[in-house]
T-cell receptor, first 113, second 116 residues
């Protein structure tokens, strides 16, 4: 079963705009991870945020985590056409810090030049 | 090391045939994972290994599915008597795990299976 739900399911923006994707999850977590997947390819790890962190940055990426609301958001600033991809949030199952990940259904981002 | 590799990248097979996929993880990683992904969905966990030990299997992994990691290096995933519902992308990932530390997973390019 899927743990997380991403919102929106699809997002289309112009190059240079910011893109915000949201993820909600059901159970308590130790960390939450975001991955990107280009069409027909494998997933690429973007960023990991621990349950005791509220915000984390990596280049043009900003991730927030609200454990009280069981939600996270991924912000991509100054988007580029190359950012076009599907974005997934994923969480390890409770009490399992290095094992399987439970993925959401993903947000399909399209950045138009 | 060039990352996680999977072979073949594409496989078309007739219903009822057996197929086997191979995954070569990043060499220093002790954990290896298999996931399945259907169109428009996120990956779903199938099984994972720490070294050669298979630590967890999903209920998605029916009796027709078997995975091995005989020497704690590469892994194979075999599907016997394939069904059309097995058509999906099969993803392999590896990570350095254990010791209570959290590590990201590195994914291979996947094997796309089509059962006709």
């Amino acid at each position: 079963s899927q743990q997380g739900e991403e919102d929106p399911q699809a997002l289309s923006i112009q190059e240079g705009e910011n893109a915000t994707m949201n993820c909600s999850y059901k159970t308590s977590i130790n960390n939450l991870q975001w991955y990107r997947q280009n069409s027909g390819r494998g997933l690429v790890h973007l960023i990991l945020i621990r349950s005791n962190e509220r915000e984390k940055h990596s280049g043009r990426l900003r991730v927030t985590l609200d454990t009280s609301k069981k939600s996270s958001s991924l912000l991509i600033t100054a988007s580029r056409a190359a950012d076009t991809a599907s974005y997934f949030c994923a969480t390890p199952t409770r009490g399992n810090q290095g094992g399987k990940l439970i993925f959401g259904q993903g947000t399909e981002l399209s950045v138009k030049p | 090391d060039t990352g996680v590799s999977q072979d073949p990248r594409h496989k078309i097979t007739k219903r009822g045939q057996n197929v086997t996929f191979r995954c070569d993880p990043i060499s220093e990683h002790n954990r290896l994972y298999w996931y399945r992904q259907t169109l428009g969905q996120g990956p779903e966990f199938l099984t994972y290994f720490q070294n050669e030990a298979q630590l967890e299997k999903s209920r998605l992994l029916s009796d027709r599915f078997s995975a091995e990691r005989p020497k704690g290096s590469f892994s194979t995933l075999e599907i016997q008597r394939t069904e059309q519902g097995d058509s999906a992308m099969y993803l392999c990932a590896s990570s350095q795990g254990g010791g209570g530390m959290v590590h990201e997973q590195y994914f291979g390019p996947g094997t796309r299976l089509t059962v006709t």
